[in-house]
């Protein structure tokens, strides 16, 4: 009989992973591979060896708490992309007084693509590449940390019920992790989902994300 203890531990942890939730959801996981995985966490939460068997069978008696794969197939297939090149960001010292400046220059440029990522310590300013010169010059060299040109903007703009659906933002970073290629920085508004890339990942991060909002659309009819 499989300790309590044990049945919990795994139940977390699956409660954590998204790629094993979906595995399950879709009746392709291998549990055996599963366990192997999650041997090593199970055994350090728990502090004793655990066998294999043993977390076969807390993996297959695992509780379906986790969102079902038709809630956020829903999401996927109801979202629109859309594709903006020609993008620049500058990384500053989270300060007040790039705060305010980062403030002042975006009312100066109300046409432009500009987006303000606040860290704890850092300020990203993600700008069209046509402003770059300008929104450079106003912030002194010794503030800023990095800053990279010729990115481009992924937009995902999906149904509004992706605010309360897990699973969805992490479906879209995925498929584009899995290739390979590195998002720059990325920021979520409500319902709509940006990632920023090098521009020449978009086109094939662009047909990526076309590629899992027509699979998922098909998926549904």
């Known amino acids: ?34 366990a192997r995985m999650l041997k090593p966490k199970v055994e350090e939460i728990l502090g004793k060896k655990v066998t294999i068997e043993g977390l076969i069978t807390s993996v ?14 829903k999401i996927i297939a109801g979202s629109i992309i859309s594709l903006r090149t020609d993008v620049s960001k500058i990384s500053l010292e989270k300060t007040r007084k790039n705060l305010e400046k980062a403030r002042l220059v975006s009312v100066n440029y109300p046409e432009a693509f500009f987006q303000v990522l606040e860290g704890t310590t850092t300020l990203t300013l993600i700008t069209d590449q046509r402003i770059f010169n300008e929104v450079h010059s106003v912030f002194e060299d010794v503030e800023k940390l990095d800053e990279k040109q010729n990115l481009a903007a992924i937009m995902v703009q999906s ?31 409500f319902n709509e989902t940006i990632i920023v890339l090098k521009m020449e990942d978009a086109a094939r991060a662009f047909s990526i994300l076309s590629d899992l909002i027509a699979n998922a659309r098909k998926k549904l009819t």
Do not use: H, W
Not at 8 to 29: N, P
Not at 60 to 73: A, E, G, H
Not at 162 to 177: D, K, L, R, S
């Open 1 to 34: 009989m499989v300790e309590p203890s044990l049945a919990k531990t795994v139940q977390t942890l699956i409660e954590q992973d998204f790629s094993i939730q979906d595995a399950l959801e879709r009746d392709y996981a291998n549990f055996s591979g599963i």
């Open 159 to 189: 149904p509004k019920d992706i605010v309360n659906t897990p699973g969805c933002i992490v479906a879209f970073y995925n498929p584009i992790a899995r290739s390979r290629i590195n998002i720059e920085e990325t920021v979520s508004c």
């Open 60 to 73: 297959k008696r695992t509780k379906p708490l986790y969102v079902s794969q038709t809630d956020f197939q």
